[in-house]
């Protein structure tokens, strides 16, 4: 296996097509969840796609955005997807954390935003994230803010 943080630019087209593939089977296919995939986020030059493969597949995905690409002023991470394959062998934990390592390298000394699902809550608090709105529906899914603040990535 092998993990990867690449631009837009840098991906080529079968890795382009499988991680897509991920997310949609994740997020629109497993959640039936019917909603706009492809939303120019991923073509933002500063936007870094954190992926583990498994041979030609990925199997992990997120994506890091710039400050101002989802969240006003500030970077966020999003679309987090372990392929069900690849589930409950800790990878989605490893994945936020490089993913926020490589968001912390690009925009040192400032929080991480990121739009959770609520049953991801806990998940999310163990890696230094703390709940910043109150449930919201996002895609008919219910949602919320929370931020992983300077202060504890310092710290932790």
């Known amino acids: 296996m092998q993990w990867q943080v690449l631009t837009f630019a840098e991906l080529d087209t079968h890795t382009l097509y499988s991680l897509l593939q991920l997310r949609v089977d994740v997020f629109v296919v497993e959640q039936n969840c019917p909603y706009p995939e492809l939303d120019d986020k991923d073509l933002d030059p ?14 992990a995905y997120a994506r890091v955005l710039a400050p101002g690409v989802s969240f ?35 925009w040192p ?22 709940a910043a709105s109150e449930p919201y529906l996002e895609d008919d899914i219910p949602h919320l803010q929370m931020i992983k603040y300077f202060q504890q990535t310092a710290t932790a």
């Open 46 to 59: 500063q936007t870094r796609h954190v992926l583990l493969k498994k041979g030609d597949k990925v199997i």
């Open 109 to 130: 000394a400032t929080d991480i935003h990121i739009s959770a699902q609520c049953y991801l809550q806990r998940f999310y608090e163990e890696l230094g994230f703390k």
């Open 72 to 106: 006003a002023g500030f970077p966020g991470i999003g679309r987090v997807c372990v392929s069900q394959t690849a589930r409950r062998l800790g990878l989605g934990k490893v994945l936020v954390e490089r993913t926020l390592a490589e968001t912390s390298q690009l």
